[in-house]
């Protein structure tokens, strides 16, 4: 879980208008956060399972923003995945 601070600085970072916190580029933030807070956690605790599932899932749910972002605004998906530095 991330704390309340951080949360609160990645929606700012990321949202479109002054209320917005579900937009696409939001929720690819948060998500992107947690993965990397998650990664780091295996690579200490490599048996882990049940949070390697999670993280999986986490993955896969950010792939699919991502892709429904690119069909629909496609420079606003590659605005995003400079700023948050991802491999696409």
Same mark, same amino acid.
Not at 21 to 44: M, N, P
């Given at each position: 879980?991330l $704390? #309340? !601070? $951080?949360?609160a #600085?990645i929606?700012?970072?990321? &949202?479109?208008h &002054? !209320?917005?916190t579900?937009?696409?580029d939001?929720q690819?933030?948060l @998500?992107?956060e947690?993965? #990397?807070?998650l990664?780091?956690? =295996?690579? !200490?605790h490599?048996k882990?399972?049940h949070?390697? %599932?999670?993280? @999986?899932?986490m993955?896969? $749910? %950010? /792939? #699919? =923003? @991502?892709n429904? =972002? /690119?069909?629909?605004n496609?420079?606003k998906y590659y %605005?995003l995945i /400079?700023k948050l530095? @991802? /491999?696409k």
């Amino acid at each position: 879980m991330l $704390k #309340k !601070t $951080k949360k609160a #600085k990645i929606i700012e970072e990321n &949202k479109s208008h &002054k !209320t917005d916190t579900g937009s696409a580029d939001v929720q690819i933030g948060l @998500l992107t956060e947690e993965i #990397k807070k998650l990664t780091s956690h =295996l690579r !200490t605790h490599p048996k882990d399972n049940h949070s390697r %599932r999670g993280l @999986l899932g986490m993955v896969s $749910k %950010r /792939k #699919k =923003l @991502l892709n429904w =972002l /690119k069909n629909t605004n496609e420079s606003k998906y590659y %605005r995003l995945i /400079k700023k948050l530095e @991802l /491999k696409k």
